[in-house]
């Protein structure tokens, strides 16, 4: 907003001002239940404004005019301004007003009828309040999150609490008043809501930090992201952002020194102590010096690389580390092959989790603090696999620095990716009782209940729950800016092939939005041969969603799986797989990025005829003659069937049978043998056949 700069500047002065006299300086709490503090048992000393007194200490008076119930509306089921506390507040006219309301006003007696009267009804309460007094400092909030346990949530209060929040951006801008938010802290953390609506003590604590933040400026200082270490690799290319934290109305100043111009940028934090900073695009560089000042603190990162910055992601096929693989080979040491490994604190074991364990998982402190290293032997053992070998291709290929973040937790499902309001939007059935529900992977919820220890409701965190590892994993990396993502997951989410594919197409989506780039690359691993019965259905559900995501590409790898191991061993035929796409697609390169890809099948003259993208050099991984298809006609019942190949493509006899469908490799664990000239697998597929002649 245009009036931030001038209150970020001024509200310190305030404090300045105010700390100095003798009288309090008075904050008026004006809201609903929230404020007011409902189903908190010790409301008058844990509310929100109670706790913000303490944080402010005597020389502030915080009153507390919550109203159970009120609404914004003036032609709501219970106005705020015909309440005794929206009296009570104006006699009290605060030197600061903070604002909480339009909770209510979800309710379908009130913003389905009255919704064009709401920013006139609320600008005119903050005319009020500053009629009151005049010399008034005002902050509206956004409203804090409502739950998808709520019984309205699905019916109309989910949008109707999306677009209350809408209006209230729009009055803070119209009125000319701070915008404060009490929404994202809480949106996280909705086991601090029990009853899906209102915070207990601890979330009101958070509510009473953001407020006594907001009025004194104090954010803790200058802060950057975890991420940021010595060592990192910074994307090249693109307009880089840079952002961090520091005291409201401070400046904060940029300083990159390397093998180019020096640059210097500098900026003023805004009232929310947030800061951002763009640099053009920059060429790959080596030895970079970044330093950030605010304030009396001095943040410097030595050996920065300016390269390409992956993501690795998934469960334990990503996790799975390079010690452990069959194929890790010798490791050269390369000061241009760095990682940002975020390993959790707590393995997702068979047994119970200590009590330091629930708790730390509950405040989502889930993954150990990590720091960016260069490749060494040593240090790269523990790393994923899958992810070292796609970065050291990309290395040998590209010759810039590479940068791999992997953030990949063993048993995850999908769905514990995405973000919270992605999914409330589009998939809220899956949050209703996540321990019982079958949209979640059966093994999912039973290895999460024995690690919390059996909980009678969700209201215990775990990693596998949904949105947990967005908000613990991805949203701790802040937009660190990425070329891509590497994805390797799908064994926790293959007993309902229907649910993951809306759900994968969701988490696309919700990390291209994440990073503000709806062409961000996510380049993913097909499940693996295992003997799974749904797992042919789920290899085939992969390969058609490769096909509709833009910008999504799938490696097989059906050709590298075990039996009875859902962990095969080799990984470097998977990482490299996954390399080839990258280098073909993201960077222009020309190779083969896959193995042959169904294109159709067709019937005519008594022959299938089957065509395949990427199919120069047609032919078998051993020698022998073509494995694995399979046709059938109306009834669906599949036949095994002799296959050749005939100039690139794949010839079926159907000796006087009339086909209407094919598929090939549909075992789950398959012993298919079709590559191209680059040794690339086919994946497994199932389709109709067309007829070239249907008369």
């Known amino acids: 907003m245009k009036y931030s700069g001038l209150i970020s500047t001024l509200l310190l002065l305030c404090c300045i001002v105010m700390h100095g006299q003798e009288k309090a300086y008075k904050v008026a709490c004006i809201g609903d239940s929230v404020t007011y503090g409902t189903g908190i048992e010790e409301r008058e000393n844990d509310s929100y404004p109670s706790q913000l007194q303490r944080l402010l200490g005597d020389s502030y008076e915080v009153g507390n005019f919550g109203r159970p119930g009120a609404t914004l509306l003036n032609n709501g089921h219970r106005p705020y301004t015909q309440q005794p506390e929206f009296k009570a507040a104006m006699e009290f006219a605060g030197d600061i007003a903070v604002i909480h309301l339009g909770l209510n006003d979800t309710d379908p007696r009130n913003w389905p009828n009255y919704r064009d009267e709401f920013i006139g009804d609320y600008i005119a309460l903050i005319d009020s309040v500053r009629k009151a007094n005049p010399s008034v400092r005002v902050m509206i909030a956004l409203m804090s999150p409502i739950t998808p346990k709520h019984h309205r949530f699905i019916s109309g209060t989910r949008q109707w609490h999306t677009d209350i929040q809408a209006a209230i951006s729009t009055v803070a801008e119209a009125a000319g008043v701070e915008l404060i938010d009490f929404h994202s802290p809480l949106h996280a953390r909705h086991d601090l809501l029990p009853d899906s609506l209102h915070p207990n003590a601890e979330g009101a604590g958070i509510l009473a930090s953001v ?202 499902a999908t769905e514990s990716w995405i973000d919270r309001a992605t999914l409330e939007e589009h998939f809220p059935a899956i949050f209703n009782n996540w321990l019982g529900n079958d949209f979640i992977q059966g093994w999912v919820r039973e290895r999460s209940a024995v690690n919390i220890g059996y909980p009678e409701s969700g209201a215990i965190r775990h990693p596998y729950e949904p949105c947990y590892l967005f908000e613990t994993g991805i949203a701790s ?88 191991d859902v962990h095969p061993r080799r990984k470097r035929p998977v990482g490299e797989r996954l390399a080839r796409i990258a280098l073909h697609d993201d960077y222009g390169m020309d190779l083969t990025p896959s193995g042959p890809s169904f294109v159709k099948a067709t019937y005519e003259g008594g022959e299938i005829t089957i065509e395949f993208m990427y199919c120069e050099g047609l032919g078998t991984s051993d020698g022998k003659p073509v494995r694995c298809f399979e046709i059938a006609g109306k009834d669906e019942i599949f036949r095994p069937a002799e296959a050749f190949i005939r100039d690139g493509k794949v010839i079926i006899a159907t000796d006087g049978m009339i086909p209407c469908h094919v598929r090939y490799a549909w075992q789950p664990f398959t012993r298919a043998n079709l590559v191209n000239s680059d040794w690339l697998p086919a994946s497994t597929f199932r389709a109709e056949i067309s007829f070239n002649n249907p008369h």
């Open 477 to 564: 990396l802040e937009q660190f800016p990425i070329k891509g993502v590497i994805w390797y997951q799908g064994e926790s989410n293959a007993h309902n092939v229907e649910a993951h594919e809306s759900l994968f197409g969701l988490l696309v989506e919700s990390w291209r939005k994440n990073w503000d780039n709806p062409e961000m690359p996510f380049h993913f691993v097909q499940l693996s041969s295992l003997n799974r019965p749904s797992w042919t259905w789920f290899r085939d559900s992969q390969r058609r969603l490769a096909e509709s995501i833009s910008h999504c590409n799938m490696a097989v790898c059906s050709d590298v799986g075990d039996s009875l």
């Open 211 to 412: 407020v006594y933040s907001a009025i004194t400026g104090d954010y803790g200082g200058l802060q950057m992201p975890e991420v940021y270490s010595d060592g990192m690799v910074l994307q090249r290319g693109i307009p880089l952002i840079i952002r961090g934290m520091a005291d409201a109305g401070t400046e904060v100043r940029l300083k990159m020194e390397g093998p180019f111009r020096t640059i210097r940028m500098k900026t003023v934090t805004s009232i929310s102590g947030k800061w951002i900073m763009e640099a053009g695009p920059l060429k790959a560089a080596r030895g970079v010096t970044l330093t950030v000042e605010a304030g009396d603190r001095k943040l410097t990162y030595k050996d920065v690389a300016i390269g390409d910055v992956w993501l690795c992601s998934g469960q334990s096929n990503m996790a799975f580390m390079l010690c452990e693989s069959s194929d890790a080979g010798d490791i050269p040491a390369d000061s241009d092959l760095r990682v940002f490994d975020m390993k959790g604190r707590w393995n997702t074991t068979n047994e119970k989790w200590s009590d330091e364990a629930i708790r730390s998982v509950q405040k989502l402190e889930y993954f150990h603090p990590a720091g960016w290293k260069t490749c060494s032997p040593k240090d790269i053992m523990s790393f994923s696999a899958v992810g070292y070998h796609f970065g050291k291709m990309l290395r040998d290929s590209l010759d810039v620095p590479v940068g791999l973040i992997c953030n990949a937790v063993g048993g995850s």
